[in-house]
Every structure is written in structure tokens, then in C-alpha cells.
């Protein structure tokens, strides 16, 4: 999800930035010039001390949020007034009532594409063809693929 993000945020010729795991990941991104910059999605006292270095004391605009626990409080803390924070994970998703409690004036949105294809299968259908043309025009990327041949090794 953070790498078809990451494409959107450049097709938009918009500054992004992501979480990441493993280092593996970090150069990956880096290399693509996906992000310009990457935090610990692993260490939330790294992100939270971290990131607001990286933004010289700007605000983002807006988050797609896959974390929980601490990593949601402090990417709120990390929106403009008027931002926008798309949560599209399942673990500590905050309700509407506890975002409205905040008491900043911040755009909600929770995002869960296994109830969207239920509940709305048109919009989801265009979804999928508007993917299916940009990948006909090449423009997105697949994801890294290494290929793994199984043989039967008496195991």
C-alpha cells in the first residue's frame, strides 16, 4: 500500500514521506525516488523525535495511516490545521468520536476496502479500472518480485 501511495503522492507532484521496517525497505524507496525521506515504523520515539526534524517545523497535509498504539497520536500531532488522516489499517483504529475530541478541525477518514467491495461493488469496479488503464499505460510500478523455484527434495 505505502509503495502504490508513494506513486499516487508523485502522480499528484506532492512531497511525501513514509514509515518503513527493515532497511531493505528504506533503500528501496529511496532508490526509486518514491520518498525523499523515510522514518522507523518500528521505533515510535524515533519517529516522533525524527520526523518533526525532518519537516523544519512544517506540518503535513495529510497521512495514510497503517500503524497503531502511539504511531496514530503522533501522526495527528504531526497534521496542519485542516489536515487530512485516511486510516486504512485494522489494529487501534481511532472512532470518529475520539478523532471530533481532539478538537482540531481535521479531515477523518477510515478506509476499508474488504466493506467497500461489498457495500459498494460499482465503486470498487471503477477502482479497479482506472488501475487496469494506468497499468496499461505503465504507469505504475509493480512491487519487487524475486522468484523462489520449489523443487521436491525429499524434505
Known amino acids: 500500500v505505502g509503495l ?4 499516487y503522492s508523485q502522480l499528484l507532484q ?3 514521506s513514509a514509515t518503513l521496517g ?4 528504506h533503500h528501496f524507496v529511496r532508490a526509486a ?4 525521506w523515510t522514518s522507523s515504523s518500528r521505533d515510535a520515539s524515533t519517529f516522533a523525535v525524527g520526523t518533526p526534524v525532518v519537516l523544519g517545523g512544517k506540518r503535513l497535509h495529510g497521512v495514510i495511516n497503517s500503524l497503531s498504539l502511539d504511531f496514530i497520536a ?3 500531532g504531526l497534521l496542519g490545521q485542516c489536515g487530512a488522516f485516511s486510516e486504512i489499517g485494522k489494529r487501534s483504529v481511532w472512532s ?3 478523532m471530533d475530541a481532539i478538537g482540531e478541525k481535521l ?6 476496502l474488504d466493506s467497500a467491495m461489498e457495500y459498494g461493488p460499482r465503486w470498487m469496479q471503477r477502482v479497479l479500472r ?4 494506468r497499468s496499461a499505460a505503465q504507469v505504475l510500478r509493480g512491487l519487487p518480485l524475486q522468484h523462489f523455484y520449489m523443487e521436491d527434495r525429499g524434505v
Open 4 to 7: 502504490a501511495a508513494g506513486e
Open 14 to 16: 506532492v512531497q511525501a
Open 22 to 25: 527493515r532497511p531493505r525497505k
Open 33 to 36: 525516488g518514491t520518498y525523499p
Open 74 to 76: 503522533m501522526s495527528i
Open 96 to 98: 470518529y468520536e475520539r
Open 107 to 112: 479531515l477523518y477518514h477510515v478506509v476499508a
Open 130 to 133: 482506472l488501475l487496469s488503464r
